[in-house]
């Protein structure tokens, strides 16, 4: 999700740095540098300091908490997950467009992945997106230059993660490990 410059306007007034929290969960990518090695430097979308190539890759579990939502509220919905067995399956490189750039993606397969947004989104919060669509972002590209990454033939599967990771509107952190 892009937020507007009005967005951000008004979360610099009140003191934030962000207008909504988000919650990201970090799998182990031992491979990145040759998954992002695919996409032509002519190719990527470069507007500091938000876009390009992803260097941290992550899988977002919610975007939009309010910032009433506190470390502690995420904290309780992630200890729900941690004896559990994560898989997180990568089923082929897909692609979103947006006006002015596309975004070349893993498309993730998980369902630990629906159920904790699921309970995330429990708590408050603004999404315009009505379905979660797990993914794992590759890079930000020029319209019209993501068709090409596309494949149904990548796959993999993540079973060693991380950590858990909340930024609040502040830019503070929570970290919780799985």
Sequence with gaps: MIKSFLEFN???????????????????????????????????????????????????????????????????????????????????????????????KLNIDSNILHQMNAELKKLPHTNKYQDYEPHMTIAYVKPGRADRYLSDNYKETFTSIDRVVYTMTDGSKAIFKL
């Design 10 to 104: 008004e979360a610099k007034k009140s003191g934030d740095i962000y207008p909504y929290g988000c919650v990201m969960i970090y799998p182990n990518v031992e491979n990145w540098d040759e998954t992002t090695s695919m996409i032509s430097p002519n190719d990527v979308y470069k507007t500091a300091p938000r876009y390009g190539i992803e260097t941290d890759p992550h899988v977002t579990l919610l975007y939009g908490l309010h910032p009433d939502v506190t470390k502690e509220d995420v904290k309780r919905v992630v200890n729900r997950f941690k004896k559990r067995k994560f898989n997180i399956k990568v089923d082929g490189i897909g692609k979103f467009d947006e006006n002015k750039f596309s975004v070349v």
